[in-house]
């Protein structure tokens, strides 16, 4: 018992000096505390994920809606697209202006009365009459016969329209001597000047709607003219006759038409493809065509 008592007081005297003074207890209100700061921690975490989980939902979402990207093949060989596409812009502008030489001669013969060189009339011309084309193809739609004047117009159209319904920018950018030259000229511009112009976006917009008015524009005037009346002008005098006065229109140019084709051709040098961008209503035609 001695024993035992020696040892109780030799305990309360180390913890006396040790300073211990009984088990601690929190004070009022810290458990609380430390509850609320858990539960936020606790609400933080669930957040996180469940914004994680919206995230990685709406990235399934996104790539499940986005088109497959086209994968890029690299060439190993060399490419001749180039050079074959200016093989066929130089032939094509070669053969337009044999064309143009020749119906020259041909009204030259018929001017003169015989007394030049007697040649026929090339058919290739009426290429260079697209609405005529376009009063063909109505009068075979509605009258379902085929034109007898010129029909070389409509196989001509028919061709390109096609063209360009398969093989998208063919025509325009391998075969229309007019794209052929507005290319030529801003490159010119670009090689002269070491750059090209950028139009105002909002002058941009407006002006490359202006090509589909002038389109709208005739589609809506020859939608308006009946079969009959196709077939009146087409054999008309006057229609006989259109494509030399549309060749006498570049022979006798006149002060305004003078100064506005040199406005076309400055703009093309500064601006690419101005007229082909901006008011070419057959480059609208064909882009509707292969929308």
């Given at each position: 018992m001695a024993a035992q008592a020696r040892e109780s007081l030799k305990g309360r005297e180390q913890m006396a000096v040790s300073g211990y003074r009984g088990p601690s207890t929190p004070p009022a209100g810290a458990g609380?505390?430390?509850?609320?700061?858990?539960?936020?921690?606790?609400?933080?975490?669930?957040?996180?994920?469940?914004?994680?989980?919206?995230?990685a939902g709406e990235d399934r979402i996104a790539k499940g809606n986005a088109r497959p990207k086209k994968k890029l093949v690299r060439r190993t060989d060399r490419d001749y697209?180039?050079?074959l596409r200016l093989g066929f812009q130089l032939a094509f502008l070669a053969l337009n202006v044999w064309i143009g030489?020749?119906?020259?001669?041909?009204?030259?013969?018929?001017?003169?009365a015989g007394r030049t060189r007697a040649v026929d009339r090339p058919a290739g011309v009426e290429g260079w009459?697209?609405?005529?084309?376009?009063?063909?193809?109505?009068?075979?739609?509605?009258?379902?016969?085929?034109p007898t004047i010129r029909p070389a117009g409509l196989f001509l159209l028919a061709a390109f329209l096609l063209m360009s319904f398969l093989l998208r920018k063919a025509f325009c950018s391998w075969l229309c001597p007019v794209g052929t030259l507005s290319e030529y000229l801003?490159?010119?511009?670009?090689?002269?000047?070491?750059?090209?112009?950028?139009?105002?976006?909002?002058?941009d917009v407006v002006l490359r709607g202006t090509k589909y008015v002038l389109l709208a524009f005739f589609v809506y005037a020859v939608a308006m003219m009946p079969a009959t009346a196709i077939a009146g002008f087409l054999s008309d005098p006057y229609g006989l006759i259109v494509d030399v006065r549309m060749l006498n229109f570049f022979r006798f140019l006149g002060g305004t038409?003078?100064?506005?084709?040199?406005?076309?051709?400055?703009?093309?040098?500064?601006?690419?493809?101005?007229?082909?961008?901006?008011?070419?209503?057959?480059?609208?035609l064909m882009g509707v065509v292969r929308c």
């Amino acid at each position: 018992m001695a024993a035992q008592a020696r040892e109780s007081l030799k305990g309360r005297e180390q913890m006396a000096v040790s300073g211990y003074r009984g088990p601690s207890t929190p004070p009022a209100g810290a458990g609380s505390a430390q509850d609320d700061i858990l539960q936020i921690d606790v609400n933080q975490g669930a957040f996180a994920r469940s914004e994680e989980r919206t995230a990685a939902g709406e990235d399934r979402i996104a790539k499940g809606n986005a088109r497959p990207k086209k994968k890029l093949v690299r060439r190993t060989d060399r490419d001749y697209s180039q050079q074959l596409r200016l093989g066929f812009q130089l032939a094509f502008l070669a053969l337009n202006v044999w064309i143009g030489v020749q119906f020259y001669q041909w009204v030259r013969w018929a001017e003169t009365a015989g007394r030049t060189r007697a040649v026929d009339r090339p058919a290739g011309v009426e290429g260079w009459l697209p609405i005529a084309g376009l009063m063909q193809l109505k009068y075979v739609i509605v009258a379902h016969q085929w034109p007898t004047i010129r029909p070389a117009g409509l196989f001509l159209l028919a061709a390109f329209l096609l063209m360009s319904f398969l093989l998208r920018k063919a025509f325009c950018s391998w075969l229309c001597p007019v794209g052929t030259l507005s290319e030529y000229l801003w490159k010119l511009g670009r090689s002269t000047f070491r750059r090209n112009f950028s139009l105002p976006r909002w002058l941009d917009v407006v002006l490359r709607g202006t090509k589909y008015v002038l389109l709208a524009f005739f589609v809506y005037a020859v939608a308006m003219m009946p079969a009959t009346a196709i077939a009146g002008f087409l054999s008309d005098p006057y229609g006989l006759i259109v494509d030399v006065r549309m060749l006498n229109f570049f022979r006798f140019l006149g002060g305004t038409a003078a100064f506005v084709l040199l406005g076309l051709i400055v703009a093309s040098i500064f601006v690419q493809n101005f007229w082909c961008r901006y008011l070419c209503p057959y480059g609208a035609l064909m882009g509707v065509v292969r929308c």
